[in-house]
């Protein structure tokens, strides 16, 4: 504390005490004690006061370098996915000299994502027959990717809906019912979408992406005449069902490459019982359509389907050639569930593809 904070304190208290010449010099002495102390104080407010008004300034230069220094870094992140962008565009041709497309990998991974379930089991599993055994095949994921999105949202917004009403169900059924007679109030059920509302180009409605299948003959040196053969699967939204046919063919759908690839296998018979329960009796598959609904494709994508009668008494029933025929249509679907889906599909393909070209 300064001296001449306590001075009027100690100059009553003392003056009582003394004589009063010796409180004259006693006085005088706490005077100058008072004034050598004002200077003092002054001195180390003056000098505080100077350094602070250094570091001030100091630290203002600082601030000034940091936000300089966040700007050009916030400039150079902005304008990093552009780079980036055309340091892909500029490394295309290298990966395709070098037979590695890695952009094109993560694109085609990225549209997998909007891919429904059924196709991409099929995208998954044919990709990981290439990167694991070196299947001598090319994928593709083409449509409308925009499409696709507006898709996946109103499929995520009709779960959630779904899962609200759920909530607010259960809730309902476990409110106490305030009718007097004591009976729960009845509930009204909800209508099931007629068969007659289905028109043609609902039933057949696909899902925007599809996939792309290039089977490249694995026996060809020369990479521009390896290509035998492009399937197309596509996802029917209305049957929940997948359906892949030959890429710009021109065969009459009878005589197509993959009527028939495994015993009793037209593509003309839809492989779900709801599927025939939305279209109705009156209602089959077009025939016309070059895309069919084989059974081995529900497989691949991981639907697999019962029978409408089981094996064992459709078998029991039939002559005996007729056995012997639908027994070796079950030894060959046995024979496919059991081996390498994917593999036992592309041989299979692939051998015919071969023969149907072989000279005569």
């Not at 492009?230 to 049957?239: A, M, P, Q, Y």
């Not at 609904?293 to 697999?304: F, T």
């Amino acid at each position: 504390m300064p001296y001449f904070i306590g001075t009027p304190f100690l100059f009553t208290f003392y003056r009582p005490l003394l004589p009063p010449s010796l409180f004259c010099e006693f006085h005088l002495f706490f005077q100058v004690c008072v004034l050598i102390d004002v200077e003092t104080y002054s001195y180390t407010y003056l000098f505080q006061r100077k350094e602070l008004c250094k570091l001030r300034e100091k630290l203002e230069l600082q601030k000034k370098a940091l936000q300089e220094t966040i700007a050009n870094r916030k400039k150079f992140l902005s304008s990093l996915p552009s780079q980036l962008k055309a340091l892909k565009k500029a490394s295309l041709p290298v990966q395709h000299q070098l037979g590695v497309p890695q952009t094109k990998k993560l694109m085609q991974h990225q549209l997998a994502e909007l891919l429904p379930p059924p196709l991409y089991v099929i995208y998954s599993q044919l990709f990981a027959q290439k990167e694991a055994f070196g299947e001598n095949i090319e994928l593709d994921i083409t449509g409308n990717v925009k499409d696709a999105q507006a898709f996946a949202r109103q499929l995520a917004n009709k779960d959630a809906a779904m899962s609200t009403n759920l909530v607010n169900s259960k809730l309902e059924d476990d409110a106490p019912d305030d009718n007097s007679d004591g009976q729960r109030r009845s509930k009204r059920p909800k209508k099931a979408p007629t068969k007659e509302n289905l028109d043609h180009s609902e039933i057949y409605q696909s899902h925007p992406l599809k996939v792309i299948l290039h089977i490249n003959d694995d026996e060809a040196s020369d990479m521009n005449s390896a290509k035998l053969i492009t399937l197309e699967f596509e996802f029917l939204i209305k049957l929940n069902i997948v359906c892949v046919g030959v890429e710009d063919s021109e065969e009459v759908p009878q005589h197509n490459i993959l009527c028939n690839l495994f015993p009793d296998d037209t593509g003309l018979e839809l492989p779900q019982q709801s599927a025939k329960l939305r279209i109705g009796s009156s209602l089959s598959f077009d025939e016309s359509r070059t895309s069919r609904p084989y059974k081995w494709a529900q497989h691949l994508a991981g639907i697999d389907c019962l029978p409408e009668v089981s094996p064992l008494v459709s078998v029991s029933e039939e002559s005996s050639s007729e056995t012997t025929k639908h027994a070796s249509g079950l030894s060959g679907l046995s024979l496919y569930r059991q081996q390498n889906r994917v593999q036992t599909v592309v041989q299979r393909i692939r051998t015919r593809k071969k023969a149907q070209l072989a000279p005569v």
